[in-house]
């Protein structure tokens, strides 16, 4: 339950809040997640942290999800939820 709970709360970290990135030239606000399922992990004793890089299309679509740090008995799992995800795409922000 703690892992569940520390990987909800790293979800949110990352895509929770919206911030925008305001330069001279550019107006970006980042991908947001509209639905992160439930991530059920199979009974185990390992414990750790696994982290994912994960690539997207322009429409918010996950493309490409690879592993960065691994914990063997949790890495499939959080490979299937992150996979399942729906983000809403990038954009520009209004002025």
Do not use: C, E
Not at 9 to 29: K, P
Request: charged content about 15%; proline content about 6%; aromatic content about 8%.
């Amino acid at each position: 339950m703690r892992q569940l709970a520390a990987f909800l709360a790293l979800v949110l970290l990352v895509f929770g809040f919206t911030f925008t990135l305001t330069t001279a030239q550019i107006n970006f606000v980042p991908p947001r997640a509209v639905y992160a399922g439930d991530l059920i992990y199979p009974d185990t004793i390992a414990s750790g942290l696994v982290m994912l890089s994960i690539g997207l299309d322009s429409a918010g679509h996950v493309k490409d999800l690879k592993t960065l740090r691994d914990v063997p008995s949790a890495t499939g799992h959080s490979l299937m939820a992150a996979n399942a995800w729906t983000l809403r795409p990038p954009s520009r922000a209004r002025l």
